[in-house]
């Protein structure tokens, strides 16, 4: 019998919506005083459970039930607001992992490159360390199948590579100067994660935190760092959140208390099924005195926001950037019975004075909602701080009497445009067209023994610069890819090519 794709119910649809209130109130969601929080008009669920019954015999077609269970509950939520979402079961590990700080695996960073995995990395004490593997080694085989060549989705590679600690997986790589592919039998093992990348002294007085996610360890990261920091003679701290889309609420609030004194408000959150919860300091921080500056953009979001928010309505410091993205909105998890789960918007969260900093979603499209970014640079936003559009109906003022605005994002105290300071065509043609990385990548590979007298990223930004033969490689590199461009041109553009090479082979590297 024909099996028919879930979009072709229309005629159902209103009724599916309703069947979800089955699927949610069978799986999970109780009150505490027992009693079931979905209700009919009429106070009970016999009619949907007749219809699910009446499609389920009666129907034209067999049906995927499970599937049309799934796709009424992405429905429900898609309605609610744009960061309520419904996790399958197969994608439960891959949406949750990052957030947890570690895994279990194999332990190795890789990329695919010409249809190929590249070991980058392998990380220090994990699995494939133990056993040899290496960084530029091109795993061929995972379990006797073939996956070099064959387009096989990196997702696929990951769950090929990921499982139980303490199960084995086999693996034949090629590695240069080798004839032959090299065996290794790697026992599968907890594979810590890092949302710090990098924790370092800039000058002899001040430091350098990027973190690029709120993960599960991160306010233990952070804190570590900064201890090693002030050790190093730290009296002020740069904190780059730029890029980072937030993560667990409970971290961002450890993060922010490192730099407030004690009983400072930090956040607080409320909504219709929770009360008021404030959130302040304590007196653990690390970092409470000496000049703090955090650096935002428009990709900063959630959590990221709670510890913006949290310095500049304090007047802890000074925020640096362009406005943030705006997201206000707590969620929470609950795990489904047969595996899948959904995160559920159940409060916002409003900054020490008072301020909510959620944009406008009340349009109901999340493609809109999303596509907000692109709309910042059509107005000039990203380039010019007149541009931004903010509701000034409705101010804040900070302690010392600073104004702060809601709605929308963190707008920063000092603003920064977009780097608008690329010499010339050649050089965003060539950053934007991945060429740089490309050959940075290639180059780093065939040439790792150079790279082993650097024994840190430190050393190796203090003391490598990319020798002049290699810019000559790359500009016969780049005009072997089409690149039509005079010497004077890319000497135009050298500053820029010598700073992204260096970049970007440092990255595949360390």
Do not use: C, W
């Not at 489904?336 to 979603?361: C, E, F, H, N």
């Not at 300071?421 to 065939?446: E, T």
């Amino acid at each position: 019998m024909q099996k028919v794709k879930p979009y072709i119910y229309l005629p159902i649809a209103f009724a599916l919506v309703l069947i979800i209130g089955i699927y949610l109130g069978s799986h999970m969601i109780i009150s505490p005083e027992g009693k079931s929080l979905f209700r009919t008009r009429s106070g009970s669920f016999e009619n949907l459970v007749d219809v699910l019954n009446l499609i389920q015999q009666d129907y034209v077609d067999t049906l995927d039930t499970e599937q049309i269970a799934n796709a009424a509950v992405r429905s429900i939520l898609s309605e609610l607001d744009p960061h309520s979402e419904f996790i399958p079961e197969e994608q439960y590990n891959q949406v949750t992992d990052p957030l947890q700080g570690k895994f279990e695996g194999i332990g190795i960073q890789f990329r695919m490159v010409d249809d190929t995995i590249v070991v980058l990395q392998t990380i220090a004490g994990g699995p494939s360390e133990k056993v040899g593997l290496m960084a530029g080694d091109r795993i061929i085989k995972v379990d006797e199948k073939t996956v070099a060549g064959k387009g096989v989705p990196s997702d696929s590679i990951v769950k090929m590579l990921k499982g139980e600690r303490g199960t084995e997986v086999d693996v034949e790589v090629f590695r240069r100067g080798n004839r032959n592919l090299l065996d290794f039998t790697i026992t599968r093992d907890e594979i810590p994660t890092f949302s710090l990348d990098i924790a370092y002294m800039v000058n002899d007085i001040t430091g350098y935190i990027k973190l690029n996610k709120f993960s599960a360890t991160t306010s233990e990261e952070v804190h570590d760092a900064l201890l090693e920091l002030k050790s190093q003679g730290m009296q002020k701290l740069i904190l780059d959140l730029r890029g980072n889309g937030g993560g667990y609420l409970s971290e961002s609030i450890k993060v922010a208390d490192e730099f407030l004194e004690k009983d400072k408000l930090i956040v607080y959150t409320s909504g219709k099924s929770r009360p008021r919860k404030e959130s302040h300091a304590t007196a653990r921080g690390v970092f409470q005195q000496g000049e703090l500056v955090i650096l935002l953009d428009e990709m900063s979001a959630s959590a990221s926001e709670i510890v913006a928010g949290a310095v500049q309505d304090n007047d802890r410091g000074t925020i640096i950037g362009r406005r943030s993205f705006g997201k206000g909105l707590v969620q929470e998890q609950l795990d489904m019975k047969d595996g899948s789960a959904i995160r559920l918007t159940v409060a916002r969260y409003y900054t020490p004075t008072g301020r909510s900093i959620q944009k406008p979603y009340e349009a109901g499209n999340e493609q809109e909602y999303y596509m907000e970014i692109v709309e910042r640079y059509q107005s000039g936003e990203m380039s010019n701080p007149d541009s931004v559009h903010l509701d000034t109906s409705i101010i804040y003022l900070t302690p010392e009497g600073d104004t702060v605005y809601g709605g929308g994002g963190i707008f920063p105290d000092i603003y920064v445009p977009l780097d608008e300071n690329i010499p010339n065509n050649l050089a965003r043609n060539l950053i934007r067209s991945g060429m740089m990385f490309r050959f940075a990548f290639n180059y780093a590979d065939n040439h790792r023994r150079l790279f082993e007298r650097f024994d840190s990223p430190i050393q190796f930004i203090n003391n490598y610069s990319v020798p002049a033969a290699v810019m000559g490689q790359f500009r016969s590199f780049a005009r072997q890819n089409g690149i039509k461009a005079s010497a004077s041109e890319f000497a135009a553009a050298d500053k820029v090519i010598r700073n992204r090479l260096k970049a970007f082979i440092g990255r595949n590297i360390f």
